[in-house]
């Protein structure tokens, strides 16, 4: 993509109502604006991050046979009386009346919507167990959204939703939607601890939630050090139990469900700290189902209501998260794996025919070996290209100029390392893997 020909309106002054450093580089970075409190459009920019992070999520969803589909926005007020929900929701629920002056809503989250579908559709134990999911937006009118798209009223959602014949159906696809979480963070570059959480209005008894660790996160929770300290995925075993035993077992739990006996036998191996919460999955058994009446027949006859679970990760207060772990002074670090361009090429001198000639050159050569590249061929300084190559955070920056050309060589910065090499074109492109 050439940048002089792209919509990438990058901010040089740091945006005062922006409380946090991703909230203020992702403003600077020209990858949202706000539309009104806690509502945001996504710049071409954030749309590519906001994009490659799903797409990580949609894969590990669909790596365990869950199935994609997509449910509406907005939803029958009935549903959820249905349910008993359209009361509990509370002034959170955005509640609308159409022209037949019927009610209707934002959804703020899709149990009943997917439990009315299977109940539906799905007669017999034949077609159980049923995993579906789906990424869409949710609208909840939060008390005090702030923090930029961390905690927004309208947020983008992958919210995943399991149908069992009995309990341990249930917890296996429980267990199963664990352990794909678990990759989901490590391959967005993230560490994510799975902690005992509070179920809150979706309900249930078993609830966990996935914590990024941050100062400016908004949860206060206490693990074990070693959650930090080891990379116990790596160490699990394939039976999905032990997996999730390894993690369960060792103390780690969100403020609501903070225990002081457990804290003091942990001693020094307790840490305590602030995070951001990226995901919550549940296991409610049947307190959907029951009403919305999800009956299946099981191979003797019976009716057997089916047994539930749900599972939320948040994709775009994931752009947050990711850029909360990282980024420095100078802007965003991207990981590789959800970086909007892999590389970024700067033209340090445009009124320099042989300047120019180099780097549409080059930038031929990596835009086909299929490196999506970001060409800076803007008619401005080097100063600010630089600055803004900092800002928007690509994993490698290639600069050519006139006395690296005399030298047979081109600049490569790595973003994260920070570490500069004068290398050969050719060089620069086996460091890139091609
Ligand atoms: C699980 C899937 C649910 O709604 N129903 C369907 C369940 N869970 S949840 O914990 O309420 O939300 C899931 C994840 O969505 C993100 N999230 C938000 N992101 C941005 N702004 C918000 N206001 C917001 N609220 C929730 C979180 O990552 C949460 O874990």
């Not at 509406?72 to 959820?80: K, M, N, S, V």
């Not at 341990?168 to 199963?176: P, T």
């Not at 959650?227 to 394939?238: H, I, P, Q």
């Not at 299929?370 to 803007?378: E, P």
Request: aromatic share 8%; with cysteine.
């Amino acid at each position: 993509m050439r940048l002089s020909a792209y919509f990438l309106p990058t901010l040089k002054e740091t945006p005062t109502e922006a409380k946090i450093s991703s909230h203020r580089l992702m403003l600077r970075a020209g990858m949202i604006r706000q539309s009104s409190a806690g509502i945001y459009s996504w710049l071409p920019l954030g749309l590519k991050v906001l994009n490659k992070i799903g797409e990580i999520v949609r894969e590990e969803q669909d790596a365990i046979g869950c199935h994609e589909m997509l449910m509406p926005t907005i939803q029958p007020a009935d549903l959820w009386r249905d349910s008993g929900r359209y009361d509990d929701y509370g002034p959170e629920m955005l509640r609308i009346r159409d022209r037949h002056d019927r009610d209707m809503l934002y959804g703020p989250t899709n149990e009943e919507q997917i439990t009315e579908i299977f109940a539906g559709s799905v007669k017999s134990y034949r077609d159980v167990p049923q995993m579906l999911y789906h990424i869409q937006w949710k609208f909840r009118d939060e008390v005090r959204p702030r923090f930029g798209v961390m905690r927004g009223r309208e947020f983008l959602m992958k919210d995943a939703y399991s149908f069992d014949m009995d309990f341990d159906g249930a917890r296996n696809s429980y267990n199963k939607m664990f352990v794909a979480y678990l990759k989901t963070y490590e391959r967005l570059g993230l560490k994510a601890i799975p902690m005992a959480a509070d179920p809150g209005p979706i309900g249930g008894d078993m609830s966990h939630e996935f914590m990024i660790l941050a100062d400016t996160g908004e949860s206060e929770i206490a693990c074990h050090k070693g959650f930090v300290d080891n990379d116990w995925l790596e160490t699990a075993g394939d039976d999905l139990q032990t997996t999730v035993d390894t993690f369960t077992e060792k103390y780690a739990a969100t403020d609501e469900k903070r225990d002081t006996d457990a804290e003091a036998a942990l001693g020094d191996d307790l840490v305590t700290a602030r995070a951001i919460e990226v995901g919550h999955i549940f296991y409610f058994g049947k307190k959907y189902s029951e009403k919305l009446g999800a009956i299946v027949t099981d191979s003797d006859g019976n009716n057997i209501t089916v047994e539930m679970g749900s599972y939320g990760i948040g994709v775009s207060r994931l752009v947050g998260a990711i850029i909360e772990a990282s980024h420095d002074e100078a802007g965003i670090i991207w990981p590789d794996s959800v970086a909007p361009f892999r590389v970024g090429l700067i033209n340090l001198k445009v009124s320099d025919d042989e300047c120019v000639t180099a780097c549409d050159d080059l930038y031929a050569r990596l835009t086909t070996a299929g490196i999506d590249t970001l060409y800076d061929d803007r008619d401005t300084r080097a100063g600010a290209k630089f600055a803004d190559m900092d800002l928007i955070g690509l994993p490698w920056q290639l600069a050519i100029g006139p006395r690296g050309i005399k030298n047979g060589v081109i600049e490569v910065k790595n973003r994260k390392t920070g570490e500069r090499q004068e290398l050969s074109v050719d060089d620069a492109m086996n460091l890139l893997g091609v």
